[in-house]
């Protein structure tokens, strides 16, 4: 029996009667050793003969320390010092008391960086598993297949605020677009609609499958990162429903794909590394993307579909701030991988070499959109548009690359090797 130490004083105590540790007690005494701090006592009380034999070996396990015992008529009464991490299974004690700053508007992601939640590591430990980031795991647990386990490989200063945009901007393709409000067009310009639905839609199954693919390979700990390209990947899913959805719903139907076009999209699905995918995927192809979809809001035969294009265009525009912004980190935190990301242009513009150039599908239905019917002078307007589209996109692109720290001359070769497929 461990006796009495008569000059400690219980900060606390518990009358546990006739429970035993397998009946409930351990939980009530975890649950009070919690609300006394590290070094204080707790005093139980105890009717359960049982307890003296089971309560030594239960602190020795939980890191507590078993300080007293007194007998007290028919009950006992213990003493139990609160240890240092209440579980010798647990190297660390887990943060109480933290509170973050909520905003007039409600408690953004990005506020939630407080306590262990704000230390994002430089290198996560794959045993951690599906842990949220601030929880404290117990040693032993297996390894996880992440391969991307270094911050500076994912991450991006403004992607909790983008996957706040992001879940505040959801729309339902469904419902949201007035699909009542399309009347029959001319048969050159539905199709032509069409064309660019299809295609539209293609490349966006590459803007889906490609952060999909890298999702299981981020660790959890990079949380925001992970649930920002939850969000881009419905974006693409719902972009895909609704262009899919655009080219059957007025009378006309999907059209046609080239082997130049899925070989593009071939060789984004075929990157490993998750700074070139995005590098390629996001600055490069949705930041053209950008002008792409500009361009058929402008000229859209019909308001559905300059809707669709618009909504489209905002959701992008996310994953764009996003490539950008993942590139400047990056490059931040090592600037020699600006000539892995050129490298990454080059072996994808030296894949497409043998490929034909841009569908000439999707280039008649730009210049015949842009032009709103095949009379000469309309269809020498938009040609000319077309060209100007090109134009626009390559500029664009090249201010991008600039902005992320290529020199002009770099970001010229770059923006020249992109694939004329835009993505």
Request: hydrophobic letters at 40%.
């Given at each position: 029996?461990?006796?009495?130490?008569?000059?400690?004083?219980?900060?606390?105590?518990?009358?546990?009667?006739?429970?035993?540790?397998?009946?409930?007690?351990?939980?009530?005494?975890?649950?009070?050793?919690?609300?006394?701090?590290?070094?204080?006592?707790?005093?139980?009380?105890?009717?359960?003969?049982?307890?003296?034999?089971?309560?030594?070996?239960?602190?020795?396990?939980?890191?507590?320390?078993?300080?007293?015992?007194?007998?007290?008529?028919?009950?006992?009464?213990?003493?139990?010092?609160?240890?240092?991490?209440?579980?010798?299974?647990?190297?660390?004690?887990?943060?109480?008391?933290?509170?973050?700053?909520?905003?007039?508007?409600?408690?953004?992601?990005?506020?939630?960086?407080?306590?262990?939640?704000?230390?994002?590591?430089?290198?996560?430990?794959?045993?951690?598993?599906?842990?949220?980031?601030?929880?404290?795991?117990?040693?032993?647990?297996?390894?996880?297949?992440?391969?991307?386990?270094?911050?500076?490989?994912?991450?991006?200063?403004?992607?909790?605020?983008?996957?706040?945009?992001?879940?505040?901007?959801?729309?339902?393709?469904?419902?949201?677009?007035?699909?009542?409000?399309?009347?029959?067009?001319?048969?050159?310009?539905?199709?032509?609609?069409?064309?660019?639905?299809?295609?539209?839609?293609?490349?966006?199954?590459?803007?889906?499958?490609?952060?999909?693919?890298?999702?299981?390979?981020?660790?959890?700990?990079?949380?925001?990162?992970?649930?920002?390209?939850?969000?881009?990947?419905?974006?693409?899913?719902?972009?895909?429903?609704?262009?899919?959805?655009?080219?059957?719903?007025?009378?006309?139907?999907?059209?046609?794909?080239?082997?130049?076009?899925?070989?593009?999209?071939?060789?984004?699905?075929?990157?490993?590394?998750?700074?070139?995918?995005?590098?390629?995927?996001?600055?490069?192809?949705e930041g053209t993307f950008l002008e792409y979809l500009a361009f058929v809001e402008r000229y859209a035969p019909d308001p559905v579909t300059a809707d669709i294009a618009r909504r489209a265009r905002v959701d992008e525009a996310r994953h764009v701030a996003f490539g950008v912004e993942h590139a400047?980190?990056?490059?931040?935190?090592?600037?020699?991988?600006?000539?892995?990301?050129?490298?990454?242009?080059?072996?994808?513009?030296?894949?497409?070499?043998?490929?034909?150039?841009?569908?000439?599908?999707?280039?008649?239905?730009?210049?015949?959109?842009?032009?709103?019917?095949?009379?000469?002078?309309?269809?020498?307007?938009?040609?000319?548009?077309?060209?100007?589209?090109?134009?626009?996109?390559?500029?664009?692109?090249?201010?991008?690359?600039?902005?992320?720290?290529?020199?002009?001359?770099?970001?010229?070769?770059?923006?020249?090797?992109?694939?004329?497929?835009?993505?």
């Amino acid at each position: 029996m461990v006796t009495r130490e008569p000059d400690e004083e219980p900060a606390a105590s518990f009358d546990g009667e006739d429970l035993d540790l397998s009946s409930g007690l351990i939980f009530a005494l975890d649950v009070c050793l919690s609300d006394v701090e590290v070094g204080q006592v707790l005093e139980l009380t105890s009717t359960n003969a049982a307890i003296a034999h089971e309560l030594p070996a239960w602190c020795r396990g939980t890191g507590h320390e078993l300080v007293g015992a007194e007998p007290d008529g028919d009950r006992t009464r213990y003493r139990i010092r609160r240890g240092a991490l209440g579980s010798l299974m647990f190297k660390d004690r887990p943060d109480w008391g933290v509170s973050p700053e909520f905003r007039h508007d409600g408690f953004d992601t990005r506020d939630w960086l407080v306590g262990k939640v704000a230390e994002i590591p430089a290198s996560a430990d794959p045993t951690t598993g599906f842990s949220p980031r601030g929880a404290v795991v117990e040693p032993g647990a297996p390894a996880f297949p992440y391969t991307e386990k270094e911050r500076d490989r994912v991450w991006a200063h403004n992607v909790a605020s983008l996957y706040e945009q992001a879940t505040a901007a959801q729309w339902d393709a469904s419902v949201d677009i007035r699909w009542g409000d399309l009347r029959p067009l001319p048969t050159h310009v539905e199709r032509a609609v069409c064309q660019v639905m299809t295609h539209l839609a293609e490349n966006e199954y590459a803007a889906l499958y490609v952060p999909a693919r890298f999702l299981p390979r981020i660790h959890p700990h990079f949380t925001e990162v992970v649930l920002f390209l939850s969000t881009q990947v419905v974006d693409e899913a719902r972009h895909i429903e609704a262009f899919t959805k655009r080219a059957l719903a007025n009378g006309g139907g999907l059209q046609f794909s080239t082997a130049m076009t899925q070989t593009s999209l071939k060789s984004l699905l075929e990157q490993e590394d998750f700074t070139q995918a995005s590098f390629l995927l996001s600055v490069l192809g949705e930041g053209t993307f950008l002008e792409y979809l500009a361009f058929v809001e402008r000229y859209a035969p019909d308001p559905v579909t300059a809707d669709i294009a618009r909504r489209a265009r905002v959701d992008e525009a996310r994953h764009v701030a996003f490539g950008v912004e993942h590139a400047r980190h990056a490059l931040a935190a090592d600037p020699d991988r600006a000539g892995e990301l050129r490298t990454a242009v080059e072996r994808r513009a030296s894949y497409l070499a043998d490929a034909s150039g841009q569908s000439p599908h999707v280039e008649e239905a730009l210049v015949i959109l842009a032009a709103g019917g095949v009379t000469p002078s309309r269809i020498r307007d938009g040609v000319q548009a077309v060209r100007a589209l090109h134009d626009t996109m390559h500029r664009r692109r090249v201010t991008r690359l600039t902005q992320l720290g290529f020199p002009p001359g770099t970001a010229e070769e770059i923006s020249e090797m992109h694939t004329p497929n835009f993505m």
